[in-house]
């Protein structure tokens, strides 16, 4: 197991542009053996003081460090008879103390006490398997510098309020820790997203090489050994070149398990990670914890190229400095986020009151450009909904969007997407790198592939490791994992990466999707109760309709009805007279089918559908045979093909089929021959039917009109009716769920196609 976040030592600056052709693979088992390493039990301790693990209840030793009686200087039994006051000596006040500690709240302790005339630290901690103590002789060399540890951690508060920045304060931490402890070498070590570790800050005396700015792989660390790092914020190694010292019993007597030795400074260390220190040229080593609202942030890391040790007073002033260093920096980054928070949600507000007077917040997103693409200071941005993309800056092009989106809807998300690294997560994202190696997504529907994109470039950066990351690990020719031999400077350009997004800029992105959401639903709101205001007013305009149309229809029969027997009683009338009567019936009668056309048209939108299956080909024939009574249409010339059956209801399909037959022989009756071709043909999802003539045509310029009531593009002195006829067909269409399209020309006939769905669809449609 490799637990050193210590940087490596070579030839300072050298660029390895590739790894040795001699590294071998290191077979996937033995990462995931070394990743299980049981660090926290591993059964030992450094030599460099001793354990004693006593039973709470009577404080007596039940297991202890093999070297816990040279230590102390007096003989050791485990064997259920030597209580604490028998191993320091009674009425010690280490026993007292002890006994108060337990009684109390607190978890651990660090005191220093007399044993013989010598003294020692001792440090405390309650745990499930029993009580741990640990002792360390005190250093006699470090009494001076114990004596200033306050003067210089009160120097370094009063330095620590002037630096503004984490970069100063991390070179401020770094040379006080070294003055504080005599390391050669301190730095410290920060993690990236990735738990990559950089060196941001260093302080050193010249007698190892200088790390600044390097880089050193997550495997160098891994998760088990983070996680330690951030529950116990200390440790010393103080040299690389120890024998362990075991514990006896090998098992706690307390459970039979191996004694959890996670929170025991004297804990040892992985042999790799030993290998580890000596391949580097590192004898003494302490990492001091930064943990940032319980998170590991970085290490400070103190090297030293001698055996060093520090004794407990001094390491508990570092863990101190380590903690003010990790509340100064959270301050700090506090302070940044904050203020660019604000920022960020006055462009928010901003944005949001501009789309509230939008009539599409789409259309006003686009408006607001460079407020959409600040809003998370991105290069590019896109709307997606209904699948029409918008967008604006740097973006990719309209079908990779498209094709993100779908990605995106597949994974389910609810509330927000984000990476630096698109092509990682979505292997088509390498074609896009270029613009949109970042992204922001955030989803505007639960139903459909709808998203707001914000977009940053690639920044192709070329990092400098402390070694070849790819070779952080070896594997020896009789199968043993060893951490690497070379850690000289390693140069790689990174590509399909772009700048981390701030957690001000995710929070940007997350407040302004609920207010996107918001704006949504108001306007979904807005849009159902019009649609509730409209429905009804259809309804009376319907009833009104149908009511006027009904009571009209009696007074024109009277009228054209009393024309005619005034005519029938006068057969005398002069001529001029028989044309005025003749005018005033023709008249009656024209409004009278007016009327009826208005009534079956409001009739349309109050019945239900009868919806069966429907044979066109006979619908066809009956309505040539209608329309064969009359003269004029025994001269077309008709060209019926295949006519598929299709689903719907069978008079009212054939009322808008007979409409259409209808107008195309009426316009078509000044060709020689007139000629109508009709013909259908299935589809996927429905049956397409064409009705073609070779008539007067139209011009495509005024087709919106054709299917308006009363609307007419040719005079009705050429061409008889009331204009009711294509808006009934096309009410009647819509009321299937087909569509009714026209196609002409100008002395080039017409061609009116429809669709019908070919099976049930669900039954009856009510009121359009």
């Known amino acids: 197991m490799v637990t050193s976040h210590n940087p490596g030592q070579g030839e300072n600056g050298r660029a390895v542009d590739s790894p040795s052709p001699s590294v071998p693979l290191v077979p996937q088992e033995l990462l995931d053996q070394c990743a299980r390493e049981p660090i926290r039990i591993p059964g030992g301790i450094q030599p460099h003081g001793a354990v004693a693990v ?24 485990l064997d259920g008879s030597q209580t604490l006051g028998d191993l320091v000596g009674p009425g010690s006040a280490l026993e007292g103390d002890v006994g ?8 651990g302790f660090l005191e220093q006490y007399q044993i013989d005339g010598r003294t020692f630290h001792v440090t405390g901690q309650q745990v499930a398997q029993g009580v741990i103590l640990e002792f360390e002789a005190f250093d006699e060399a470090e009494r001076a510098r114990n004596a200033s540890l306050n003067q210089l951690l009160r120097n370094f508060l009063d330095r620590s309020d002037g630096l503004t920045t984490v970069a100063d304060i991390c070179a401020g931490v770094a040379a006080e820790v070294r003055a ?17 570790g950089t060196v941001i800050a260093e302080n050193g005396d010249g007698t190892l090489p200088s790390y600044l700015d390097l880089r050193f792989p997550a495997s160098d660390i891994p998760a088990q050994a983070r996680e330690l790092y951030r529950l116990n914020r200390l440790r010393l190694i103080p040299t690389a ?114 789309l509230a007077r939008a009539p599409a917040f789409q259309a006003g997103l686009v408006d607001c450009a460079p ?11 896109a709307v997606v909904t209904d699948g029409i993309v918008l967008s604006t800056g740097k973006a990719p092009p309209i079908q990779s969007i498209l094709a993100l989106a779908d990605w995106l809807r597949t994974r389910n998300i609810e509330q927000l997407y984000s990476t630096s690294s698109l092509a990682a997560d979505w292997p088509p994202g390498a074609e896009i790198a270029d613009v949109a190696s970042g992204v922001i997504a955030v989803p505007i529907s639960r139903i459909h592939a709808s998203f707001i994109f914000w977009f940053r470039p690639e920044v192709v950066e070329t990092v400098r490791w402390g070694g070849d990351p790819r070779a952080s690990k070896t594997v020896d020719v009789a199968g043993r994992l060893h951490p690497r031999l070379s850690f000289e400077a390693w140069k790689q350009e990174v590509r399909q990466r772009a700048q981390p997004w701030r957690p001000a800029e995710l929070l940007s992105a997350a407040d302004f999707r609920g207010a996107i959401v918001n704006f949504v639903l108001q306007r979904a709101e807005e849009r ?40 029938e009683e006068e057969p005398a009338l002069k001529a001029l007279s028989r044309h005025y009567l003749d005018g005033i019936i023709a008249a009656a009668l024209s409004a009278g089918q007016l009327v009826d056309d208005l009534l079956h048209f409001s009739q349309l939108g109050r019945t239900s559908l009868k919806m069966t299956r429907i044979d066109m080909a006979k619908v ?21 093909g295949a006519l598929p059956t299709a689903w719907g209801d069978p008079t009212l399909v054939r009322q808008a089929l007979f409409n259409l037959v209808e107008n195309a022989a009426k316009y078509s009756r000044g060709a020689n021959p007139p000629r109508i071709k009709i013909w259908g ?88």
């Open 620 to 640: 066809v024939t009956e309505i040539r045979r209608s329309l064969d009574i009359d003269e004029r249409q025994r001269q077309v010339e008709w060209s019926i």
């Open 180 to 196: 504080l402890t005599g390391f050669n070498r301190v730095m410290v070590y920060r993690f990236d997203e990735d738990w990559n």
């Open 528 to 567: 159902a109760q019009l649609t509730e205001e409209l429905q009804r007013s259809n309804k009376e305009l319907e009833a009104f309709s149908y009511s006027i149309s009904h009571d009209l229809r009696a007074p024109f029969r009277h009228i054209a009805g009393y024309a005619e027997l005034l005519g």
């Open 681 to 768: 043909q299935e589809r996927a999802a429905d049956v397409l039917y064409c009705v073609e003539d070779n008539g007067v045509g139209f011009d495509m310029n005024y087709a919106g009109k054709l299917f308006q009531v009363f609307q007419r593009l040719h005079r009705q002195e050429d061409f008889e009716g009331t204009g009711i006829g294509l808006a009934l067909t096309k009410r009647i269409i819509d009321r299937h769920g087909g569509t009714l399209e026209a196609k002409g020309a100008v002395g080039q006939g017409a061609t009116f196609s429809f669709t019908l769905p070919k099976r049930q669809t669900g039954g009856n449609r009510g009121i359009a």
């Open 54 to 77: 006593f039973r709470p209840a009577d404080l007596v030793l039940v297991q202890a460090s093999a070297n816990l009686g040279a230590i102390l200087d007096r003989p050791v039994a």
């Open 371 to 381: 407020q959409w693409l600040a809003l998370t200071n991105s290069a590019g941005a």
């Open 241 to 354: 070149t120890y024998a362990p010292i075991p514990l006896v019993p090998a098992l706690c007597p307390a459970d039979g398990a191996p004694l959890d030795m996670s929170f025991v400074a004297l804990r040892s260390v992985s042999p790799v990670h030993l290998e580890y220190m000596r391949n580097m040229g590192t004898a003494a080593s302490l990492s001091i914890s930064i943990v940032i609202d319980g998170r590991l942030w970085g290490l400070i890391s103190c090297h030293h190229a001698q055996p060093r040790y520090i004794g407990p007073p001094i390491r508990a002033a570092c863990d101190f400095l380590g903690r003010i260093v990790a509340q100064q920096i959270a301050a700090r980054e506090r302070a940044a986020e904050i203020d660019e928070r604000l920022r960020l949600k006055s462009i928010e507000t901003e944005l949001v009151a501009h």
């Open 100 to 107: 108060r500690w337990l009684a109390g709240a607190e978890t």
